[in-house]
């Protein structure tokens, strides 16, 4: 069974940074699409960026420019650079992925991961 596990959370002041990183175990092949979503204390989760399996990237209106999406050199490893941190970023953060579902945006992933915490002091 897929497994998806996300680390690098933890507290950090606005203005700083943090990388999230989300390691597959058990994927064969490469997903549909791999994602970041969110959700914070009193809102509805929501999506924050999405890389499909052709490399095409996209954020949320309210994280671009300040977070980066992208997969480093370890096999099946998602990362999150987050940047110019904000105390709205404030979230639990999830990693996900469409691995048997044709879909490239992963609106809807059939894999999650546990989440981490991000919390960004004024």
């Known amino acids: 069974q897929v497994r998806l596990v996300e680390s690098g959370g933890g507290s950090v002041q606005a203005g700083g940074s943090l990388r999230l990183s989300c390691a597959g175990s058990?994927?064969?092949?490469?997903?549909?699409?791999m994602a970041w979503f969110r959700q914070a204390p009193g809102k509805e989760r929501e999506g924050v960026a999405n890389?499909?399996?052709?490399?095409?990237?996209t954020y949320a209106d309210s994280v671009k420019g300040r977070f980066t999406v992208s997969q480093d050199n370890a096999k099946n490893t998602l990362v999150l650079q987050m940047n110019s941190l904000k105390p709205e970023d404030t979230a639990v953060y999830y990693c996900?992925?469409?691995?048997?579902?044709?879909?490239?945006?992963?609106?809807?992933?059939?894999?999650w991961g546990q989440g981490t915490q991000v919390t960004v002091s004024s």
């Open positions: 058990r994927l064969t092949g490469r997903p549909y699409c």
């Open positions: 890389l499909d399996k052709y490399g095409y990237t």
């Open positions: 996900a992925a469409s691995v048997l579902k044709a879909s490239l945006n992963c609106s809807t992933p059939d894999v």
